[in-house]
């Protein structure tokens, strides 16, 4: 029974580390992580799953640093924030101390009663952290600087929509709807909330077991409600509805919306390889994207 146990711990263990390394991967780069859903989501489940595996065992002290770690990153996946020097510095001391803490289970030197009393120490700060990502995202949410008249160009772009929808279904006619979804999400100007609700639209769209003209109707009426709220600023309210996540089909990566490049035509690109690959993604056509495919992979042949 005992090394059926020991070997239960073994598993957590390692585990535990592979979530570790993927948690301070995420440090490198944090505030591209908070605004990317399934880059953060992917923190959240590491943490997550340490904690359950905690949780099991009765390492309590492990348990409360990875739950407030859960915590934290639970809510920034749905409400991005701008991670400054101090999201940075408390993140970073939260998963220096899980790794501390499975570094000494690991190691044999375990315990939790004198270990619970650096994690006593760190709570203030980790809570504290929780709070105050809390409000920086409820203070700023859905009050981007939206573009004169959201309202009416939303609706003009919906206007559009409405007559592809009254047409036959056709890949060209799904292909016409997500172009308007993204300048839809262009004229969002990169509110996390409202670009939830415009990717859930293109993944309902994307879906061939629903024809354009039966989701018409829940389609324009969501994205008029969203755009009201966004109007108003409380685009924290935004949130797609149930029956449109139901419609919605994982959409592929040439359907997130395109970069706007700055003058010169130039695109910033970002330090993460596979945002810089949603990037180009996005910014170009099927027969450019070939055409980069083959110049990258002469590169790498290069010595």
């Not at 990153?73 to 499975?102: N, S, W, Y």
Request: glycine share 8%; hydrophobic share 40%.
């Amino acid at each position: 029974m005992g090394s059926e146990n020991e070997q239960v711990v073994k598993f957590f263990i390692m585990e535990a580390k592979e979530h570790l390394e993927s948690m301070e991967s995420a440090l490198d780069h944090l505030d591209e992580v908070v605004h990317e859903y399934e880059e953060c989501n992917t923190v959240y489940r590491n943490a997550h799953t340490i904690k359950g595996g905690a949780a099991m065992l009765g390492y309590e002290s492990i348990r409360r640093v990875s739950l407030m770690l859960e915590n934290c990153f639970k809510h920034l996946r749905e409400h991005p924030a701008t991670m400054d020097d101090r999201c940075q510095k408390e993140f970073t001391m939260g998963v220096k101390l899980l790794a501390t803490l499975i570094a000494k289970l690991e190691g044999g030197g375990y315990d939790d009663e004198s270990l619970g009393k650096a994690v006593d120490k760190a709570e203030p700060t980790l809570t504290a952290l929780y709070d105050y990502v809390k409000d920086g995202t409820s203070s700023s949410a859905g009050k981007v600087a939206l573009p004169p008249n959201f309202s009416a160009q939303v609706m003009a772009v919906l206007k559009k929509m409405v007559v592809i929808f009254k047409q036959p279904p056709s890949p060209k006619g799904r292909k016409q709807l997500d172009f308007l979804c993204k300048k839809l999400i262009e004229l969002g100007q990169g509110n996390a909330a409202w670009t939830k609700l415009i990717v859930t639209t293109q993944g309902a769209i994307a879906n061939p077991k629903v024809s354009p003209s039966a989701m018409a109707p829940l389609v324009v009426r969501e994205l008029k409600q969203g755009s009201e709220l966004m109007a108003v600023g409380k685009g924290d309210l935004l949130s797609p509805s149930e029956a449109l996540t139901k419609l919605a089909v994982p959409v592929t990566a040439g359907s997130a919306p395109a970069p706007t490049a700055p003058a010169g035509g130039q695109l910033t690109m970002p330090r993460n390889t596979k945002a810089v690959a949603k990037t180009l993604i996005g910014a170009f056509s099927k027969p450019q994207l070939m055409e980069i495919a083959k110049y990258l992979a002469m590169a790498a042949k290069k010595p």
